[in-house]
C-alpha cells in the first residue's frame, strides 16, 4: 500500500477538561477559511518513497481553560503517546500483537517525542507495551527525560487480531473473508477467529491498566507508550458518549488526567513535534483498523 506521510495536522480536543483550578494549554480544532486552504494546498512537498511531506507547517493553537475538579495533586497526568511509525503501517500491513520493529520516520518520530517531552513538566515514570514498536519509543523518551527506566505492562499491547495479523489490509476480505467480516463486526464482544480479542476484551484490559497507573502516580505525571487501537479504547474511556477520536497518529501525544475512577482528556492528538519527519497521513493502525 503506497502511504502519504504529511507534514501537520490540527490536533483535536473533544472533551473539555476537568481537573485543577491552574490554567493549561489545550488544543483545539479550528475551521481555516477557503482563502487559508488554497495557501495551504499550495505549500511545497517533498517526496520520498513511501510518502508526501508538508514544509512548513503552521503552529498548533492553543488554548487556555480551568476548572474546580480535581483540586492540588489529587490527579494524576498521563501521557499517552502511540508508537512510532513502523514499515507496515507505511505498507498497511495488520500488525496486532506481531513484534514489528520501527522503521528509520519512526524512529526520527521517537527521537522527536523525547526532546519534546523533555523540555516539558518532570515525567516521574515510563510504562510502555511490551512490543517493540511501543518499547524502542518508551526508552528513547526515558533515556531523554532522565535516564528513567521502561515498566513494560502486556495488557498495554494492541490488539490482537487473530487470522489478520500480517496481512495487508485491502487483501484481507479475499484471504481471511470470516475474521474480516468479524473484524467490521458492530457487535463489541465478536471474537476474530485465530484468538483476535473483542473490542469489549481489548477495552477492560488497557483502561485498567492505565487505572493502575493512574492510582499508583497521584500528583505526578507520566507518560505511557501504547497502540492506536488501545487509544481509541481509552478515549472510549474517557469520552462514552462523544464522537470518535479520529485518527491515532504515529507519536501523538495525548494528555489523560485520572482522578480516581473520574478521567477527563486534557488535550489530543497533538504532532506539532513532527515538523521534521512528518507522519503518515492515514495513520494506518490509528485509524479504525487499530492494528
Known amino acids: 500500500m503506497s502511504a502519504v506521510r504529511t507534514q501537520w495536522a490540527s490536533p483535536v480536543c473533544l472533551h473539555f477538561p476537568r481537573f ?3 490554567s493549561v494549554k489545550i488544543a483545539v480544532c479550528l475551521k481555516f477559511p477557503a482563502t487559508v486552504k488554497t495557501l495551504l494546498l499550495k505549500q511545497s512537498f517533498a517526496l520520498t518513497r513511501h510518502s508526501t ?3 512548513n507547517p503552521p503552529h498548533s493553537l492553543s488554548m487556555s481553560f480551568s476548572s474546580s475538579r480535581c483540586m492540588g495533586g ?8 502511540r508508537h512510532g511509525e513502523t514499515e507496515w503501517n507505511a505498507d498497511g500491513r495488520i500488525q496486532g500483537h506481531l513484534d514489528v520493529e520501527l522503521n528509520e ?3 526520527q518520530q521517537a527521537a522527536l517525542v523525547a526532546d519534546r ?3 516539558e513538566p518532570k515525567i516521574s515514570a515510563v510504562y ?3 512490543l517493540k514498536r511501543a518499547l524502542v519509543t518508551a526508552e528513547t523518551i526515558a533515556a531523554k527525560c532522565g535516564g528513567l527506566e521502561v515498566i513494560t505492562d502486556p495488557d498495554l499491547r494492541e490488539r490482537n487480531l487473530g487470522e489478520l495479523q500480517g496481512l495487508v489490509f485491502r487483501e484481507a476480505a479475499k484471504l481471511s473473508p470470516k475474521a474480516h467480516k468479524a473484524f467490521l463486526s458492530h457487535r463489541t464482544d465478536q471474537d476474530i477467529p485465530g484468538g483476535g480479542e473483542s473490542l469489549d476484551h481489548l477495552f477492560q484490559r488497557c483502561t485498567s491498566s492505565l487505572q493502575r497507573i493512574g492510582n499508583k502516580h497521584k500528583g505526578e505525571r507520566v507518560v505511557v507508550v501504547s497502540h492506536g487501537g488501545v487509544i481509541r479504547s481509552l478515549y472510549k ?4 458518549n462523544g464522537k470518535s477520536g479520529g485518527n491515532v497518529l504515529n507519536t501523538s501525544v495525548n494528555i489523560f488526567h485520572l482522578c480516581d475512577k473520574e478521567w477527563t482528556i486534557k488535550s489530543w492528538g497533538d504532532v506539532s513535534h513532527l515538523q521534521q519527519t512528518g507522519y503518515l497521513e492515514s495513520g494506518f493502525g490509528g485509524d479504525k483498523t487499530s492494528g
Open 117 to 119: 517531552l523533555s523540555k
Open 20 to 22: 485543577s483550578t491552574r
Open 53 to 55: 511531506r508538508l514544509l
Open 237 to 240: 474511556r474517557a469520552c462514552p
Open 74 to 81: 489529587s490527579y494524576a497526568e498521563i501521557v499517552v503517546v
Open 105 to 107: 520516520a519512526g524512529k
Open 128 to 130: 510502555s507495551s511490551d
